[in-house]
């Protein structure tokens, strides 16, 4: 399913949690640390395991298609830093993984040779997933994969709900004056 909205209503969600990774392979770890929390938080501990594999999967296309920043980036690589963007949003019923990344060309679920090393994920995502899709935003696509929660998710206290914020670019000049102050300090 490919469209320019996620998959539910503003309205109905009860929960959000998100996070912004640099694309690196270490951005999978983190992603599935930051999952686990959240699910925690808003116990919903039954759809861990699914959840933390399709995220796993869908992070690390992300990251493929964003492109990996490199151990020792100069600062021309810097400027270019691409994120890969988490979020989990809890509805009633269900949890939707949200994942961003930089490319505009929906996902294709292909299918892999037996002997073949991947090509795999978006199956298991397929699998999984209650249902799943893509929309694109500007300069960017979000692939999403929602999972049935039972029993429904805790509603919150008012003051607590969390607000869904749109994705921010980074700062590019000031990750320049983190990453000179770190220099002067060694």
Do not use: C
């Not at 949890?95 to 892999?112: I, Q, Y």
């Not at 090393?117 to 929309?135: D, I, P, T």
């Amino acid at each position: 399913m490919t469209g320019r909205e996620p998959p539910y209503r503003p309205q109905s969600v009860r929960f959000v949690d998100q996070l912004s990774l640099t694309a690196a392979r270490s951005s999978v770890s983190a992603s599935r640390h930051f999952l686990r929390l959240a699910l925690a938080k808003w116990q919903a501990a039954a759809v861990e395991d699914d959840v933390l594999l399709i995220a796993s999967e869908l992070v690390t296309n992300a990251v493929t298609v964003t492109g990996e920043l490199a151990e020792s980036p100069t600062w021309a690589e810097l400027e270019g830093l691409g994120l890969v963007h988490v979020r989990l949003v809890g509805l009633r019923d269900s949890v939707v993984v949200e994942v961003w990344d930089v490319s505009d060309e929906p996902p294709v679920l292909k299918h892999a040779d037996d002997d073949a090393e991947g090509g795999r994920g978006l199956f298991l995502v397929q699998r999984l997933a209650s249902r799943w899709g893509s929309y694109r935003t500007a300069g960017a696509k979000v692939v999403w994969a929602e999972l049935a929660a039972r029993p429904p998710l805790p509603r919150r206290q008012a003051s607590e709900r969390s607000v869904a914020r749109p994705v921010v670019r980074p700062d590019v000049a000031f990750l320049r004056r983190v990453l000179l102050g770190l220099d002067s300090a060694l």
